[in-house]
């Protein structure tokens, strides 16, 4: 299993941009990137998954380098609302289901 | 799809007493369950995997006599902590397998916060 590796720990303004990088050196051919949020007490939430390049979606954008070795989740103009730990998981199929430390974003107004 | 519903949200017991948990996908069906851990400030911990009809796989380190996993059908599984300790408060979450739903995703239960007194 691909075994991945985040900052612990990010801040960021209200309103700008947020990229969270992840390096997934042994990540298999057949490996997906799969990004989860998490608040406080809850279960975590699917954001945004991607193979190669680039995958965008009304909340996110996941850019993938052509080596696929680390992913970078890009948050645009975020808000006090994303505050939240964010988890990359590399796998495929049922397979990724270990979790790695996170990053927990603090946006600051 | 994959609405996950996990209960209770909350419980309190004393030393000594078990708690059940359970977790239903509730529009779809689950062939695996997932039961995970995690501990204050702490990253989820996978406990065990479960197959519908079979016994759970337990991860290292957890002890099966302890954490009794039920996964009766494809809609319900339990996790039962048997004769919990104040070092067993934790939050659990589960998270059943969507197979037919997306491959790679996981849905996860809103999570059960354990306080053990």
């Known amino acids: 299993l691909a075994k991945t590796t985040q900052p612990i720990s990010m801040d960021s303004y209200e309103g700008q941009e947020v990229n969270i990088t992840c390096s997934h050196n042994n990540i298999a051919t057949n490996d997906y990137i799969t990004w989860y949020q998490q608040f406080p007490s809850q279960g975590p939430r699917f954001i945004i998954q991607g193979y190669k390049t680039k995958v965008t979606n009304e909340v996110a954008s996941l850019f993938i380098p052509a080596d696929r070795k680390s992913s970078t989740l890009s948050l645009p103009r975020v808000s006090l609302s994303d505050t939240a730990v964010y988890y990359c998981?590399?796998?495929?199929?049922?397979?990724?289901?270990?979790f790695g430390t996170g990053t927990s974003l603090t946006v600051i107004p | 799809g994959a609405v996950v519903s996990q209960h209770p949200s909350w419980v309190i017991c004393k030393s000594g007493t078990s708690v059940k948990i359970e977790c239903r996908s509730l529009d779809f069906q689950a062939t695996t369950m997932f039961w995970y851990r995690q501990f204050p400030k702490q990253s989820l911990m996978l406990m065990a995997t479960?197959?519908?009809?079979?016994?759970?796989?337990?991860e290292q380190g957890v002890e099966k006599d302890k954490f009794l996993i039920n996964h009766a059908s494809l809609t319900l599984s339990t996790l039962t902590v048997t004769s919990a300790h104040p070092e067993d408060s934790s939050f659990y979450i589960c998270s059943p397998e969507a197979r037919d739903l997306a491959k790679n995703i996981q849905y996860f239960g809103a999570g059960t916060r354990l306080s053990v007194l």
């Open positions: 998981l590399v796998g495929e199929g049922g397979n990724q289901f270990y």
């Open positions: 479960s197959n519908e009809g079979s016994k759970a796989t337990y």
